[in-house]
């Protein structure tokens, strides 16, 4: 047992127990942050926000949904909405905050591939991150079922069919997955389960994983540059703040990370009043009914690209190429065979294969929400074939390119 | 230093408007968790009191909880109790109406049937004319009063407004206002 | 500078991105009418000049199937067995003369089926009558009795300014499409029942009237509780104007309302689907107000800081 000595202070007695002192310098005041990053480096932070407003809008959520087939969209609607002292604004945070959390990702996402962040030892921050992209979709999905409209009915009905993995015809698997014949009592209960329970404490604990497998490579910087952090710390610590390289977490990097994160508040907050309807799908607000498909069903639009992907194609190449799609991500610090660990702008043919993956996602989300008819659904082919011939190639282009 | 207290002062500034926003949403919370308007609605009950019986317990339900109605027959207000008037050291035939409802020309108990003890509902006996509380032996008279501790006080009265021969819970009437001006229920 | 670029960058994709899956998807998805504001184009316009002393006498045609509580006409049946005779309530006439557009009534008086827009489920050469007949003018001027009837309907009619949200709605749609919301159903509000019984028998009569209205139009038509967020205040609109735009060959009536009865319609679906909007819009003011007052000082904050830095 460690020695403990009379505690001077209540301070003094917490560090003795819990080394508070130790936890702060490694986790806040001497956790090393390069300078030279811009915004997009607090998407991180304003992701953990907008994480936030979830939980939070959810518990309330939490305390007047009913998941039972029969009451869950007047508990919704009703309840929630026209009942419950500000029950709407909490509903209103939760749905958009569960929109904008995509676009965020990407945005996330998208940065990493730009600067190279997934290599030299940064491999693990991006496949835990992928896992996180992963368990929000699942979240997205499982919460999308519980107002019990017609497109939380017709996407669960939808969904749990690619199960039956096409020619495979796993129909037992559909129904176990469904605990019945069809979406219903079963099916509602499990998916509220895995929406307030099981995914978010999955979504908790990668998000620690997260954040600890940047802990030893550190966060890359805007220009790939390699950083003594030792040093660059040695300097800080003795006054040179502006010639170190590095910024501690707290302040430095958290007084960037808030401003970033209040304009993006406003931003939120403005969805959150005035323009909700892109994050809540008009058709949802009709109640679920099993005997009547609506006129269009297509995914939120952060599923859009994925599920282009699926649609062109017959039954077994979509669910081929759609798998593909899902995995694939994974293994891009494997695939980019390059030693260079820089910006896409000075990487050679990667900068085309950078705005190339990016253009065709944004093509195939637009596609995906198109119904499959005429001109859109070959651009849509189209796209989805660029879409895997790009991950084909890039293995190539990568290991041929010149060390900068 | 001069610089560093500056800094310290913006970051603090930072830090209150931040809690500002995080005290406006405790309210906005609070709120969430107010009885809804529906439960509130329905907290009124209207009870038509010529349909009782003498010396005859009725179980109604308001607001969730049971209410005691007991229509008093004539021998029950006659009946002077010396023991009551001990107790509270009124004067005989005072006591047993104050705690009653008068409609029309009779009289009623009308009670909320928790014992004021720790809130279980006490039984009537009509022979004795007395409430047992059976959890820990609490005893009342027919007007709600207590006749043997542990209870604290006599059974409450729910707040009440007469219309005619009807009985609104729910709402204060200048009856039950007076009742709760003299002390005779919380 | 190179930040604001980035910036540029991110917004340019978000936009395009939102552009493809919102505006543009949904013009493609959906068709777009615009409203002619109930002016019922279609229709001829009223000639003679009612008068509402003659048309008082002339509505004893109407109340063999409606009622006019206000003039003292209880309706000869009560909304079930109606409803199993005509397939449907026949309105209360009482506010019909604000509810209902002064031409569309002449027209509907005239020729109901045309008015309605339901020729096509009621053509009389292969016997399919629909349930209201033509009125029968009872001397040789019908343009001029259908006038006064019209007048007559308007005289008796609240004001335009004392018509309730509810109460156009009531007289206009709640004759099929209940509002679970609003507490409404096709035969009327719904009271609170102590008795079990009571509720039971209530809802009994409500399953009659609905089997025999669903028969009546094919299909039962749907709760109009959350219509104001599945479709819109537009759609409902021109919707109401003109069914026959968005469902070719649907059952559903033109309704025939005035332009400002539309509005109160509309109102009143607001009231049960989004009741709390004006909350919204107040708490939004200050939220976003104080979200200013927050990004600047953090953006302060964030200078304090970074001076030491630079």
Redesign the interface.
């Given at each position: 047992m460690a020695h403990f000595t009379k505690a001077k202070s209540l301070h003094d007695w917490l560090n003795q127990r819990l080394a508070i002192d130790t936890l702060r310098r490694v986790l806040a005041t001497e956790y090393w942050i390069p300078k030279n990053i811009n915004f997009l480096w607090a998407m991180g932070m304003v992701l953990a926000i907008t994480f936030a407003l979830l939980l939070v809008s959810g518990i309330f959520l939490l305390m007047y949904y009913q998941p039972n087939v029969d009451l869950a969209f007047d508990s919704v609607n009703y309840t929630i909405m026209q009942e419950v002292g500000y029950g709407w604004l909490w509903r209103h945070i939760h749905g958009v905050a569960a929109s904008v959390v995509f676009l965020i990702i990407y945005i996330h996402m998208f940065t990493g591939i730009y600067y190279g962040s997934y290599k030299k030892g940064r491999e693990m921050i991006w496949i835990s991150g992928m896992l996180l992209f992963v368990a929000f979709s699942a979240e997205a999905f499982s919460g999308y079922m519980l107002p019990w409209g017609q497109m939380s009915y017709w996407a669960g009905m939808v969904i749990t069919n690619l199960f039956s993995m096409g020619g495979l015809q796993l129909d037992g698997l559909v129904e176990w997955i469904r605990g019945d014949y069809i979406p219903a009592q079963a099916f509602l209960n499990r998916f509220f389960m895995l929406h307030v329970l099981l995914i978010p404490l999955a979504i908790i604990g990668l998000i620690v994983l997260h954040f600890g497998a940047l802990r030893i490579p550190h966060v890359n910087n805007q220009d790939g540059e390699e950083i003594d952090f030792e040093a660059e710390a040695a300097k800080y610590k003795a006054g040179n703040k502006k010639e170190s390289k590095v910024i501690a977490f707290v302040n430095d990097f958290m007084s960037k990370d808030m401003m970033v994160v209040s304009i993006y508040l406003i931003f939120f907050f403005y969805l959150v009043f005035y323009h909700y309807d892109f994050a809540m799908d008009p058709v949802n607000f009709d109640p679920a009914d099993g005997l009547k498909t609506p006129t269009h069903i297509y995914p939120e639009w952060y599923f859009l690209w994925s599920y282009e992907i699926l649609r062109p194609f017959s039954t077994n190449v979509g669910l081929i190429a759609f798998a593909f799609a899902q995995v694939i991500f994974f293994l891009l610090p494997f695939l980019d065979r390059s030693p260079n660990a820089v910006p896409a702008s000075r990487r050679g043919l990667f900068k085309y294969w950078f705005w190339a993956m990016l253009i065709d996602m944004i093509i195939l989300t637009g596609m995906g929400k198109l119904p499959p008819e005429g001109i859109f659904s070959t651009i849509g082919l189209y796209a989805a074939l660029l879409f895997i011939g790009l991950w084909i190639v890039l293995p190539f282009i990568t290991k041929f390119e010149k060390k900068v | 230093m001069k610089?560093s207290s500056?800094?310290g002062f913006?970051?603090k500034?930072?830090g209150a408007?931040?809690g500002?926003?995080a005290v406006?949403?405790l309210y906005?919370?609070k709120?969430?968790?107010?009885p809804?308007?529906?439960v509130k609605a329905a907290g009124f009950t209207t009870l038509d009191m010529t349909a009782y019986k003498e010396n005859e317990l009725v179980v109604e339900k308001w607001r969730g909880k049971p209410i005691f109605v007991l229509k008093h027959s004539k021998e029950m207000i006659d009946t002077l109790d010396e023991n009551k008037s001990q107790i509270t050291g009124e004067s005989l035939g005072e006591i047993d109406k104050k705690r009653l409802v008068k409609i029309g020309n009779d009289y009623f108990m009308v009670t909320i049937g928790l014992c004021t003890h720790l809130g279980c509902i006490p039984g009537y006996n009509p022979d004795e004319k007395s409430f047992l509380c059976a959890c820990h032996g609490g005893l009342y008279d027919d007007t709600g009063m207590v006749t043997k501790s542990p209870p604290p006080r006599g059974l409450d009265i729910p707040p009440f407004r007469i219309d005619g021969m009807k009985l609104v819970l729910g709402e204060e009437g200048p009856e039950y206002k007076k009742m709760k001006e003299t002390g005779i229920t919380l | 500078m190179k930040e604001l670029l980035i910036l540029a960058v991110v917004t340019f994709f978000t936009l395009v991105t939102y552009y493809l899956v919102e505006p543009f998807a949904h013009s493609q998805m959906h068709k777009h009418f615009e409203s002619d504001g109930f002016a019922y184009k279609d229709l001829p316009a009223v000639t003679k000049k009612g008068d509402a002393s003659r048309g008082k006498d002339l509505v004893s045609a109407c109340i063999g199937c409606h009622g006019i509580e206000v003039a003292g006409f209880q309706a000869p049946m009560d909304a079930v067995s109606a409803a199993a005779t005509f397939g449907v309530n026949p309105p209360d006439l009482s506010n019909a003369g604000v509810v209902f557009d002064e031409k569309f009534l002449a027209n509907l008086i005239k020729n109901p089926a045309h008015a309605l827009m339901v020729e096509h489920k009621f053509d009389p050469a292969k016997g399919q009558m629909h349930p209201m007949s033509e009125y029968y003018a009872t001397g040789d001027d019908k343009e001029q009795e259908v006038a006064d009837i019209v007048a007559y309907l308007r005289s008796i009619a609240v004001k335009q300014e004392e018509l309730t949200p509810k109460m156009a709605f009531e007289t206009a749609c709640g004759r099929c499409h209940a509002v679970n919301y609003g507490n409404w159903t096709q035969i009327g509000e719904k009271p609170k029942f102590k008795k079990k019984q009571d509720e039971l028998a209530f809802e009994t009569q409500l399953l009659d009237y609905q089997d025999y209205l669903a028969k009546y139009m094919g299909t039962l038509p749907p709760d109009l509780s959350m219509y104001i967020r599945s479709r819109g205040e537009h759609y409902i609109e021109t919707f109401i104007e003109n069914p026959q735009n968005y469902l070719k060959g649907t059952a559903m009536p033109r309704v025939g309302v005035s332009a400002e009865s539309a509005e109160k319609v509309i109102e009143h679906l607001k009231d049960v689907g989004d009741s709390k909007r004006h909350e919204r819009e107040t708490v939004g003011k200050y939220v976003m107000i104080y979200m200013l007052i927050f990004a600047i000082f953090a953006i302060l904050w964030k200078k304090e800081v970074w001076r030491d830095l630079h």
């Open positions: - | 610089n500056r800094r913006m970051g500034a930072f408007v931040a500002v926003g406006a949403s906005a919370m709120r969430s968790w107010d809804l308007p529906s | -």
